[in-house]
């Protein structure tokens, strides 16, 4: 009797043994193989890294998280005398100052998110090199630890309303202000999405790294940052901005937040599909490239 | 029960930098699979020594390779520099991906192919235990219900609120070794990490890794060049050269081979054709020379309790009464530790003309663990040298493995070429 209880047990085990495996280690990877609950799983992480970002980075200064409003407040003063005194471009009735900033607000986040996230693997080399993660964890922090710095910076842009209502000067945030978030994921989406998709071309050719630095410059020109999209005479010239899928966000935030701008519904869908297909695409290059790119980086 | 099952392994690497051929090669390789044909890179590929010159610019570091591990083994992984071994581990642990071949693995892998990855100089060492605990795969609230075991193991209470850039490098050590050492995973990968730490942590590590794999019943993988903690640890072995692998059930077994494939030697043994290449002389004609044990097997490897016994085959043309044989014992650095001769015995066999067969009997050597060259030595003694220890002499090389009945005190192995017994008393 004992016996054979334990000759069953014995076979159970063999059976066991045969089928179930937990991590098939294998070449090549089936076409989508984007592991989403295991990157939900390594959550801590991604929490220590936005963490780390943040403790790290103004360690040893002097002025510490003030930085955070320093950038983009110059940034915003240059413009005011570069672009609305000298080149006096409208600004949609909005004060200069309100203007450049909600403008810079936006666009510093999207370009935070590309540039930091299209450097992924060649920056982490070291830390993929030895571990294994998701490696998706690492974009995905960057993404959301710039979205705080984009809170904060927001503070900044908020103040300078209160200041501007206190004075007497009228801004008039729409209905649409709850649209907001969906703004900052669309232009996190696109972020993140151009980001993995250069970081994976990044591991084998370093010249898009270079590519990056001055695109993201020359792409601020093309979308509605320094100048409205009312400014915009030429039909031929609004054509080609409004291809450009960042150009309705851009103004979407500017209407949902200060009124002015447009708000495009079509529009925004047609970015909306052009940042999916981003991201379908991105996870497809990056899901492929993150299992060797250490041979290549 | 299998907990990890290689098929096949292989992977190969591309050589040189990355440029524009690379570019052409990519291209190629695209319009190959585009047409359904083989990846005209992954044929070229041959076996990978370092210290040749290959044709081709692709390399296979790792070749077919099969093994298995199974639960609560400890499976020891040597090799030389180049031989594959970290890309192994990097297989494993998922740094890369094989170019062909699976692995199957039960259970979650927690590896380290170095200590205190992602570590942060800025953070303080006890966001550093977070940091760090988090990229190996812990949860926070894992790492929080063993914190204290971390600090402790770790010893680095005082420091836990400094930044790790002010840490000593054995303190960041500890701290790293501390948190891998309390990761909740089946599988433990260690590459050889502990080499920093001073002699009372390796210890503690290498204590940690038997105690883990013993009493908790977890699989580690190591790799290590000291020998003695191969030895002392692991329960199997695996010998990597050149892409490939052999499996030795003895751990002391395959060190002992794995010693004598690696002096730079390969001579076990003289007979035939390979003693032509000696030089005639008008005295002895060597027809044989090697070693076995007691019993008459041969080998090349002995334990430090054994005796050796140096067989010689040989027709004397010309008797002479001060014609002598003999052998000298060298260590692996040229080290004369003895010569012996037949005539220093009280009555010596006779030479006379015609042919011999001769055993040395070697006893009581209590060599340490390593290499030997043993020297065969012909004279008329005082007068003529025929065969010179290291000039003209054939030598055969063996290895003593593991002496016994010391303490594992001794970080690789007792210093020097002896083991005697030496006691203490008080």
């Not at chain 1, 495009?264 to 492929?288: E, P």
């Not at chain 2, 309390?182 to 390796?202: C, K, R, T, W």
């Not at chain 2, 010391?406 to 017994?421: A, E």
């Amino acid at each position: 009797m004992d016996k054979n209880q334990n000759l069953n047990t014995k076979n159970l085990v063999n059976i066991e043994e045969q089928e179930i495996w937990d991590l098939i280690i294998k070449p090549r990877t089936d076409l989508f193989e984007i592991n989403l609950r295991e990157v939900w799983r390594y959550r801590d992480l991604m929490w220590m890294f936005i963490r780390r970002d943040f403790a790290a980075q103004y360690k040893q200064t002097v002025l510490g998280p003030l930085w955070h409003f320093i950038q983009p407040l110059f940034t915003t003063l240059i413009f005011v005398v570069v672009f609305s005194r000298i080149a006096e471009i409208s600004t949609d009735g909005l004060p200069p100052l309100i203007f450049y900033l909600s403008g810079i607000t936006i666009w510093n986040y999207f370009s935070s998110c590309l540039i930091a996230t299209s450097n992924t693997f060649v920056a982490n080399a070291y830390i993929f090199g030895k571990v294994y993660f998701p490696r998706l964890v690492m974009p995905l922090s960057v993404v959301l630890s710039n979205m705080v710095k984009f809170g904060i910076q927001l503070l900044l842009l908020v103040a300078a309303m209160i200041w501007y209502a206190i004075n007497g000067i009228e801004i008039h945030s729409g209905y649409f202000l709850f649209f907001i978030p969906v703004i900052i994921l669309m232009m996190a989406g696109m972020g993140l999405g151009l980001g993995i998709i250069i970081s994976s071309l990044t591991t084998k050719y370093r010249d898009f790294t270079v590519l990056v630095t001055f695109g993201v410059q020359l792409l601020m020109y093309a979308t509605p940052v320094v100048f409205p999209m009312s400014a915009v005479k030429s039909p031929d010239l609004k054509f080609w901005l409004s291809i450009n899928p960042l150009t309705p966000l851009v103004e979407a935030f500017r209407y949902a937040l200060l009124g002015a701008g447009s708000f495009d519904a079509m529009h925004l869908i047609y970015s909306g599909i052009f940042i999916l297909l981003l991201l379908v695409f991105g996870l497809f290059l990056f899901g492929k490239v993150e299992k060797t790119f250490m041979d290549t980086v | 029960m299998k907990v990890i099952k290689a098929e096949n392994i292989s992977k190969l690497y591309r050589l040189g930098q990355v440029g524009t051929g690379s570019m052409f090669h990519d291209v190629n390789r695209w319009w190959h699979t585009m047409r359904g044909k083989e990846d005209p890179y992954l044929r070229v590929g041959e076996i990978n020594d370092r210290t040749r010159k290959g044709s081709s610019h692709y390399v296979w570091a790792l070749k077919d390779i099969d093994f298995e591990v199974k639960q609560g083994e400890v499976l020891g992984i040597i090799g030389r520099n180049g031989a594959g071994k970290s890309t192994l581990l990097k297989i494993l642990s998922r740094t890369t991906s094989p170019t062909t071949g699976t692995i199957k693995v039960k259970g979650r892998i927690a590896s380290l192919l170095e200590v205190g990855t992602g570590f942060h100089p800025e953070l303080s060492g006890r966001d550093n235990i977070f940091m760090n605990g988090t990229i190996l795969g812990m949860t926070r609230a894992e790492i929080k219900s063993r914190f204290d075991e971390i600090v402790e193991f770790a010893g680095v209470e005082r420091y836990l609120d400094t930044p790790v850039k002010r840490y000593s490098s054995g303190m960041y050590l500890r701290l790293a070794f501390a948190v891998a050492a309390h990761l909740e995973s089946e599988i433990l990968i260690v590459d050889e990490v502990l080499a920093v730490g001073d002699y009372e942590f390796q210890k503690k590590c290498l204590g940690k890794m038997k105690d883990v794999s013993e009493s908790q019943g977890r699989t580690v993988l190591f790799v290590s060049h000291n020998m003695q903690s191969v030895a002392s640890l692991s329960s199997r072995l695996l010998i990597m050269n050149n892409g490939l692998v052999r499996q030795f059930s003895d751990p002391v077994e395959g060190i002992a081979c794995y010693h004598q494939e690696n002096t730079g030697f390969d001579k076990n043994s003289y007979s035939g054709s390979s003693i032509g290449g000696l030089g005639d002389n008008d005295y002895l004609v060597l027809n044989e020379y090697y070693l076995c044990d007691e019993s008459g097997n041969r080998k090349t490897a002995f334990s430090n309790n054994e005796t050796i016994v140096v067989n010689l085959n040989f027709n004397i043309k010309n008797s002479d009464p001060l014609l002598t044989v003999g052998v000298g014992l060298y260590t692996a650095d040229g080290v004369n530790l003895f010569w012996s001769i037949h005539l220093e015995e009280d009555s010596p066999v006779s030479l006379h003309q015609g042919s011999h067969s001769i055993k040395i009997l070697v006893r009581d050597l209590c060599l340490n663990e390593g290499n030997y060259k043993i020297e065969l030595i012909v004279a008329l003694h005082n007068k003529q040298w025929i065969y010179r220890p290291e000039f003209n002499a054939p030598y055969l090389i063996f290895s003593i493995f593991r002496p016994s009945g010391l303490r594992d005190i001794w970080s690789s192995k007792r210093q020097g070429s002896l083991v005697p017994n030496v006691k203490y008393i008080k």
